[in-house]
């Protein structure tokens, strides 16, 4: 029977020219700040809330509440008489990070478990000799391979709403890019950046669509042909922009990578590794497109998976488990982050600020012309999705308001749909509140400040894009 062998790959990204690089700050920090700043909010924003009809906003019944507190309240905290507000105190603060673990822990779970499997299989090395056969298919041409690769990971996304599925190709994405002598954060962008900018286009993509269409009375997955152009133009940008960066740091280099392969080929325990690997990612989509698997359901899978590479591999239990616990322990910042990222929302909501800010940014949108407003929109959508990132939570709130408003200044309801997506789809890009990013990036291990760093120059430019998009659809009456 064999034994694992952990295969450590050091990045490109660990020195450079001899000299090793400065840490960049820690994403617990960052979330921190963040923390800290929501709960600055909560006093000095007035407190206001909604009437609701289910999870939806109720148009024009805002209203605001009273705010009353005293000196220990900011400490302790003791709550709020009835009928009146009260902000976040230094303890519920803290309070409310395991608070959003807890709210978050099937999304956690998932992410641990797809640490742990990849633990498993890459201790088998069935990864490199995979990346090996692929990379000899495209004879080390990375300005060939790269952009086929970000095209297919779109289609999965703009198409069928897909982002937590791809979690499982980032490690191996991550693995070839090691293989090429790019840094971990290329390889994160060849996976995160057409999942993106597939979900801001959401061509067809239901999670989407069909909330944020019936909402404001159209058709479902109406309006096709505006997405569509927009998907070609930004992904064009994005694909041009990651394989700049590629040109950039190997110095124009030949685009084809010439490197010595440390195997022969794949063994026969590697193929049929390999074999269950593609077959549980069909299976992984299968499952969640059709029967609809949870969080849970997909940690499940993954635990599954891990157990099958190790059987296939030789491994016995206690291998399988030591593989497994140790691919888990690469991704435990990921629990704290994301539970950071929902404390936000959980403090906001309750100094009862939330749709005192929602109100507010509503209200820049009204009074103006049809492309002021229309622009307004994306800000509004942008700003808010930074305390709301679910794109399904996020069109239930601001739709049935923007919605009405947009029809009285000139916005016809497709254009009211279009730049929510816009807005949502580039915060999604960057927000550090956003635990579909911060997933990603543990995945990966890359930190924030290091992706945010590497991702703000396409940030701008698919912001103008954006821009560019909604003023055609202004212009034609979309």
């Known amino acids: 029977m064999s ?17 090793k690089k400065k840490p960049s700050k820690s994403p617990v920090v960052v979330m921190g700040i963040i923390v800290l700043i929501a709960t600055v909010l909560t006093y000095l924003i007035r407190s206001g809330k909604f009437e609701k009809d289910g999870k939806q906003i109720v148009p024009g019944s805002f209203e605001n509440i009273p705010k009353e507190y005293g000196f220990w309240d900011i400490f302790v ?9 009260a902000p976040v105190s230094f303890v519920q603060m803290i309070h409310s990070i395991p608070l959003g673990i807890a709210k978050e822990a099937d999304l956690i779970f998932m992410v641990m478990f797809i640490g742990g499997m990849f633990g498993v299989l890459q201790s088998t090395g069935t990864i490199d000799a995979g990346l090996e056969r ?49 840094p971990r954060v290329i390889g994160l962008a060849i996976v995160a950046i057409p999942v993106k900018v597939g979900y801001a ?23 096709m042909w505006l997405r569509v152009l927009t998907y070609i133009i930004m992904m064009i940008a994005g694909i041009a922009f990651v394989l700049f960066t590629i040109w950039r740091y190997r110095k124009g ?34 499952g969640s497109q059709t029967f609809s698997w949870d969080a849970s359901s997909l940690a499940a899978y993954y635990l599954f998976l891990a157990v099958l590479f190790g059987i296939a591999a ?22 704290v982050l994301i539970g950071m990222a929902v404390a936000v929302a959980i403090i906001l909501a309750e100094g009862q600020v939330m749709d005192t800010i929602i109100n507010f940014l509503v209200g820049l949108v009204d009074g103006h012309g049809p492309y002021v407003s229309a622009y307004a929109m994306v800000v509004c959508q942008l700003l808010i999705d930074v305390a709301i990132p679910s794109t399904s939570g996020q069109a239930a709130v601001t739709m049935p308001i923007l919605g009405p408003v947009g029809e009285l200044v ?3 309801p497709q254009t009211t749909v279009f730049a929510f997506l816009m807005g949502n789809g580039l915060t999604n890009v960057i927000t550090p509140t956003s635990s579909g ?16 760093k590497y991702v703000l120059p396409l940030f701008l430019i698919l912001a103008v894009i954006a821009f560019l998009m909604v003023t055609l659809a202004v212009a034609v009456g979309y």
């Not at 297919?152 to 980032?170: D, N, P, R, Y």
């Not at 010595?260 to 990612?281: A, H, M, N, P, Y």
């Not at 030789?314 to 435990?332: N, R």
């Open 134 to 182: 692929l990379l000899k298919l495209a004879k080390g041409n990375v300005y060939l391979l790269v952009p086929a690769l970000m095209i297919i990971f779109s289609f999965g996304s703009t198409f069928m709403g897909m982002a937590k599925e791809f979690l499982l190709v980032i490690p191996i994405v991550i693995a070839m890019t090691n293989r090429l002598e790019l």
């Open 77 to 85: 905290g003791t709550g709020a008489p009835e009928g009146s507000a």
């Open 201 to 223: 286009a959401s061509i067809t993509n239901p999670f989407a669509l069909s909330i944020a269409q019936p909402l404001v009375n159209l058709p479902i997955f109406s309006g």
């Open 314 to 335: 030789g491994y016995g239990p206690s291998a399988i488990a030591t593989e497994f616990v140790s691919g888990m322990k690469k991704v435990m910042i990921a629990a």
């Open 3 to 19: 034994t694992p062998v952990s295969q450590k790959v050091e990045s490109p990204e660990a020195t450079k020219d001899g000299v």
């Open 410 to 412: 000139g916005v016809s």
């Open 253 to 286: 280099q030949p685009a084809s990578v010439a490197f010595e392969f440390e195997t022969e080929g794949l063994s026969r325990r590697q193929s049929i590794i390999l074999s269950l690997l593609g077959i549980g990612v069909v299976g992984m989509i299968v």
């Open 437 to 452: 990013l911060l997933i990603f990036l543990a995945t990966a291990e890359v930190s924030w400040s290091r992706w945010c």
